[in-house]
């Protein structure tokens, strides 16, 4: 049976072939997005569901220090509402918040969402992408009014260039890193920008190897060659955008010279990638984390956002603006309305129009108030008393690890809700164990918009439940207490259609049925819409209709080497695991990587007298781990490169929580750090 | 375009394969890697000329003949050569055509064939078990320009000796290999196959 794959947001199809209640062999259909192509997380990393780390019963602890103890659905449910409700009424709904996962389905994200909003009054919802691609969000948002890839994947094969920006993508995004790697070999070219020589900078034609944190200089230095040399597309700017003028002064600063200082690339080259980029119709930028994950991430998405509207690369078949999405279902759960500023579909909790809409739809008045961030709910610990936590594990994810974990021993409530006991179930109040994506229905989109099913091949083990049935229980239980409407969904799909009905515009054309075959893009109004491919081809999405340029200024990272910390420390993921690495740890994948390797540059190593292979600590401000030195010429001289997978040595630990103001994503991808030999 | 295959006039659209327009057997073919040409199990007689159905497009007038006494003798014969040389009992799809082509393998005598080559257990994933491959070097494009781009695999050996390695027969996880299957995938015979299905 054809399901979707639970870890990154490629979104690949596949067909897991299941014998005696185990996955045996997985295979991929020739369909969209992967055509037949998957990678080592998707293939052979699907046992995470057999892990004997699965949460198998309900569980609860009466009191803090108290153990947790076994108990039926009904007891943890009735006193997780019972909770919440006495919460709500001594605190008021400021005092609660709802986490839905990315990792779960849209049908259960826009249930969790709703629980929060219509039944505890808060918008206090949000998700992990707040710590990956808010910056993104926040940066395309206000510039074009829409915050999603504007082109879709297949556009790959009809791109001439490609600008890849802090990504990794062979690791992180593997099937897309190969469709744009086969591409290139049929004779488009590629620019990277990124510190370290990853599989993109060895296929790259031109790679620029940035200091850490300094990608914003470089962009508007390529941005004032354009300008200055008249690269820039006249007649796209007159119609279809505002603010250039300004913009365009706001360059004045950033010459080649000064670039070539901050960022460490000659400047020849960065006129080199500016006038390829400027020059090549279909040119498409592609980005991630290394722009988004820093106290300028926003400001730096920005920067290419500007960069992209000035050369008139909006809105093009093989072009546009495509940051590429982490989790499975990270633009579902933003389109879903897991975000504390907007309702489903993006529409803002601060405009009257599109609150009353939901008013009514949902039939309950909605606070005008924005929600808190999830970096402010922990941080308002403990104002904020309950937190009901979908498939998160904020021990793992957030930074400066030591801090997260008092707050969490601060916070007077907390349900944790996931299918693996992490790092984080330690502190819960109640455990609600739920079902494995092998084990449910629903839908995940993929970072190109393509809404895809999900279909139960397994049945959850133990009394494991869908998120969706846990979330629409526990609702039944708080609406009874507060007398306050909520519809029973009979499973999935009846949510599905609630979903359609809330976002007629965006997913009224997309059911179940057409599901079957493929997967559809949003959005769609009508059955017979085959679902938008590229965005703002006419118009943006702004009021005007008009893209908005906004100057932005470098500033240097928030921690900068010094004698005590005299080494950069930059976070990312590796190949073989994801994230937290909750599901990878816990699969086949361990075995292929399994303890944390720090990347040290060779003149670095001999320096410090270590070692390839050796034993070392990392240590910042905040912390230290043990880590393997792996000494290799991929991360620049001067730079550690460590991967944040490992609760045993959370490189987490490590980082700061200095913030991006607009998106208060935490600066993951620069801290000071120095090497300690273990002995 | 028309055209006339099995005697009988055919419309094709231009740069069809002779393979969209006939039904016979394929082993090396494969759309994702375009591999094409290698195995010869899908011979055509097109103007009296063998030509391969899977790398020949189709033209204007071609007279193409896909089922001939002569075509099958031959198709039997490779067939009968790889089950001299290869275990083939994991690729249920070979064996159902060696019998419905009535082949007799044993009327060649013993053949020194891959038969007897030990699997080779390199890496968490899967197995490389080359006493079950034939050689259509499927794994090898997906690896390479078909997909991945990775060249974690590649042919070595000439004529029947010739059989698909790792680059100086490194063990994988000591080569580019990331490890995404894709080779396993494409494989027909189960010579690349999970370790889960072991
Ligand atoms: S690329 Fe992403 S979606 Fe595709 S198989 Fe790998 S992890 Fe899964
Ligand atoms: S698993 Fe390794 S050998 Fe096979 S296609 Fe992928 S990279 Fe190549
Ligand atoms: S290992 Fe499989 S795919 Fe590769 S050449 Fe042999 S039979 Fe073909
Ligand atoms: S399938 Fe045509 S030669 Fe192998």
Redesign the pocket.
Known sequence: MRT?????????Q?EPEVRAGRVVRVL?PDLP??HG???????F?LDFPFSGKRLLYPMLRERKGAPLRRVSWEEALDFAAHRLHETLKAHGPEALAVFPSAKTTNEEVYLAQKLARVLLSTHNVDHCSRLCHSSSTAALSRALGGASMTNPLEDIWKTDLFLVVGSNTTET????AAMIKKRVRQGARMIVVDPRYTGMAEAATLWLRVRPGTDLFLLNAMARVVVEEGLWNRAYVEERTEGFQAWAESLAPYTLERAEEVTGVPGERIREAARLYATTERAGAYWAMGVTQHTKGTATAQALVNLALATGKVGREGAGLNPLRGQ?NVQGAGDMGALPDVLPGYAKVAEEEARRRFEAFWGVPLSPKPGLRMTEVFEAIPEVKAIYLIGEDPMTSEPFQDHTKAQLEALPFLIVQDILENETTPFADVVFPAASFLEKEGTFT?TDRRVQRVRRVLDPPGEARPDWWITRELGRRLAALSGRPWPLHEGPEAIWEEIRRALPGMMGGISYRRLEKEGVRWPCPSEDHPGEAVLFRERFNTPSGRARFFPVDYTPPAETPDEAYPLTLSTGRVLFH?HGGTLSRNSRLEAAYPELKVEVNPRDAARLGIADGERVFVVSRRGRIQARAWVTDRTPEGVVYAPFHFAEAPANRLTQDALDPISRIPEYKVSAVRLEKLD | MRLKVDGKEMEAREGALLLELVQVPTLCHHPHTETRGLCRLCLVEVDGRLSPACATEAREGMEVWSDTPGLRALRKTLLEWLLLTTDLSLAPELQALALALEAEPGRWGEVPGRKGREAIEDNPFFLRDYAKCVNCRRCVDACGDGIMGVYALTLTGRGLLAHPTTPLDRPLPETPCVF?GNCVQVCPTGALRPLTEV
């Open positions: 979707t794959c639970p870890y990154c947001g490629v979104g690949c596949l991929a997005p992967n192509a998957l990678c080592v997380k998707g293939r990393g995004h593997p099937v897309i499975n993929n994801w | 995404c």
